[in-house]
């Protein structure tokens, strides 16, 4: 039977989602939630077992639920998250970034804290 070449690159993606949010439940600028999800997103194509794992996991599978659900993010999920955005981008004012990447990154953080804060809490 063996791995199918199709699934792979989403396995891959699937390891490297979760290794990122396992790091954000120790790094404080780097979030968890988005990252688990988008981990049970690439393991549900790549690798069923993971995914199981990941939807059954005491911490993990309740935002993953959630999502699937009611396309909702935890509320301090959004607040860490926006917080962060703000952060990163008073962090460029300061640093003296160009007006251009200061408002290229603006109009982009400002639509993403847009489509979270237009997204259900849990």
Same mark, same amino acid.
């Given at each position: 039977m063996g791995i199918?070449?199709?699934? *792979?690159? $989403?396995? @891959? #993606? =699937?390891?490297?989602?979760?290794?990122?949010?396992?790091?954000?439940?120790? /790094?404080? !600028?780097?979030?968890? *939630?988005? $990252?688990? @999800? #988008? =981990?049970?997103?690439?393991?549900?194509?790549?690798?069923?077992?993971?995914? /199981?794992? !990941?939807?059954q996991h005491p911490s993990f599978g309740p935002a993953i639920r959630h999502w699937r659900l009611r396309r909702a993010i935890p509320r301090k999920a959004k607040i860490l998250a926006i917080g962060m955005m703000a952060l990163s981008w008073s962090s460029m004012v300061w640093l003296g970034a160009s007006a251009f990447v200061l408002s290229v990154s603006g109009l982009f953080l400002l639509g993403v804290a847009i489509y979270m804060l237009t997204r259900p809490s849990c």
């Open positions: 199918q070449p199709g699934r *792979t690159g $989403f396995r @891959i #993606l =699937a390891y490297m989602s979760m290794g990122i949010a396992v790091a954000g439940v120790v /790094l404080p !600028l780097l979030p968890t *939630t988005p $990252f688990v @999800i #988008l =981990a049970a997103f690439f393991a549900s194509k790549g690798s069923p077992a993971f995914a /199981l794992w !990941l939807e």
